[in-house]
């Protein structure tokens, strides 16, 4: 039997009696980063990477938790587990676990270009590479972070100079801190939604050169903030825009190129900019690892491990509950 199964509760590896990322409660899971669709609510214990925890614990509540540094081994009935640098957002990691020789590396989300936030991925030998495919078609191919934050400072200067507010919409773990990170301070205050305060806050404390910012609050005076940039998540920022009104409202994602482009919303502008490989990233990890068997998840599955096994690879797809096209980290 494979170290690494497929359950209706997720990935599981039997040996160990853990499971990794689950969708449905279990007694014991290996979890790789703080997005929503990874760290779900009630299961009895949660191993993660140390700079994880503190996150699980500002997105579920108080938990009962093990931190791990990356790198470090910890063993579970025989099975060495450890955890590296995925390059995602904040405390993400991949996991690797070897028992008897055989090694998996399950990847969680990652990206190649290092966000000069989180620690920059690092790629893991293993026999069995599980990778996420989010933007697993050739079309998608990044532009340098660079650039697109030149773009973003540059519209953010217009903006304050016409003495319009800017709002970029973002997730608020691993998007808001790489914005923040990246900003011209000197145009103005960064004021962000309280959740991101808090989200920011948290990461601080083991990012303490992330760039201050002013958490959002109901009497704040307005008038002394017209050159200020906005950071809000997607959907629950509405009064915020409401009293800094006019505003220049933009989004900053993977997607914002592609179907159509404003994401559902009124945004004017938008900034592409993800914390997922691009096509080039996800061929590169994969050779990286030296896998013989891929197995991909979590978005284009079917045409990227068609696309694999075309150039010789030993892939499958592996369907698990994350195979939409969409970024749900919120
Ligand atoms: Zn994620
Ligand atoms: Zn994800």
Redesign the pocket.
Known sequence: MALIELTKQGLYCAQADMYIDPWKSVPKALITHA?S??ARGGNGLYVAHEHCIPLLDLRLGKINSQGVKYGESIHYNGVQISFHPAGHVPGSSQIRLAYKGEVWVIS??YKLEDDGVCAPFESVKCHSFIS?S?FGLPIYRWKDQVDVFSEINRWWKQNAADGIVSVIMAYSLGKAQRILKHLDQEIGSVIVHPVMGAMNAAVRNFTPDLPADLIWHKDLTVSNYRNALLIVPPNSAQTMLEMFHPCSISFASGWMNFRGGKYQMSAERGFTLSDHADWEGLNKAIDASGAEQVFIT?GFTKPYVKWLREQGKDAHELETL?NSHM???E
């Open positions: 997005h669709d990874h969680g989300d996420e989010t979590h994350f970024e749900s980290e």
